[in-house]
T-cell receptor, first 112, second 113 residues
Framework: DVKVTQSSRYLVKRTGEKVFLECVQDMDHENMFWYRQDPGLGLRLIYFSYDVKMKEKGDIPEGYSVSREKKERFSLILESASTNQTSMYLC???????????FGEGSWLTVV | GENVEQHPSTLSVQEGDSAVIKCTYSDSASNYFPWYKQELGKRPQLIIDIRSNVGEKKDQRIAVTLNKTAKHFSLHITETQPEDSAVYFCAASKTGGSYIPTFGRGTSLIVHP
């Protein structure tokens, strides 16, 4: 079974803090994604990466950055957290040239 | 880019009834249409998918239909059960690129016992 693990399920951070959300996959997938999920807005793509050190902006990259130093790990960084970034963040991965993506369990972030 | 519209946003049915969720897409080059189910507090999981060379696909109580001309596809669940209660997402993507799906906004299905 593919396993996509998000290390933090629930976080509470203060406005202005730097926040790291970590994601690890164990299936040697080339593609990794970060989505944000909000009620009524569905899943919106923040960033994706198709290889180590490669990244592409998604639909809502503002206020976020990412890092992919190793193939199995994809980190989402909020340089200065704001209350409007309170949300559920989903990491996902897939093989190159494959349709099927696999999601992690999600990280609930509250910024106060 | 691709735009996926999904309706309804909420669907409430009695156990045993059928449920239908509809999606439309804008990019005629899209050729892969998965459906994901997300139970409360859990990750979205693929439940069924369809490709543009197929009009309909069934898997037990769930089926998906695709109308390429009209650019819409639908999820059909028959004989609904309380465990079908979840949020369902449709998506569209195209092969030959990075296979990045564009998701609909989700439908919250509630099945009343």
């Amino acid at each position: 079974d593919v396993k996509v693990t998000q290390s933090s399920r629930y976080l509470v951070k203060r406005t202005g803090e730097k926040v790291f959300l970590e994601c690890v996959q164990d299936m040697d997938h080339e593609n990794m994604f970060w989505y944000r999920q909000d009620p009524g807005l569905g899943l919106r793509l923040i960033y994706f990466s198709y290889d180590v050190k490669m990244k592409e902006k998604g639909d809502i990259p503002e206020g976020y950055s990412v890092s992919r130093e190793k193939k199995e790990r994809f980190s989402l960084i909020l340089e200065s957290a704001s209350t409007n970034q309170t949300s559920m963040y989903l990491c996902a991965s897939s093989q190159r040239d494959s349709d099927t993506i696999y999601f992690g369990e999600g990280s609930w972030l509250t910024v106060v | 880019g691709e735009n996926v519209e999904q309706h309804p946003s909420t669907l409430s049915v009695q156990e045993g009834d059928s449920a239908v969720i509809k999606c439309t897409y804008s990019d005629s080059a899209s050729n892969y249409f998965p459906w994901y189910k997300q139970e409360l507090g859990k990750r979205p999981q693929l439940i069924i998918d369809i490709r543009s060379n197929v009009g309909e696909k069934k898997d037990q109580r769930i089926a998906v239909t695709l109308n390429k001309t009209a650019k819409h596809f639908s999820l059909h669940i028959t004989e609904t059960q309380p465990e079908d209660s979840a949020v369902y997402f449709c998506a569209a993507s195209k092969t030959g690129g990075s296979y990045i799906p564009t998701f609909g906004r989700g439908t919250s299905l509630i099945v009343h016992p």
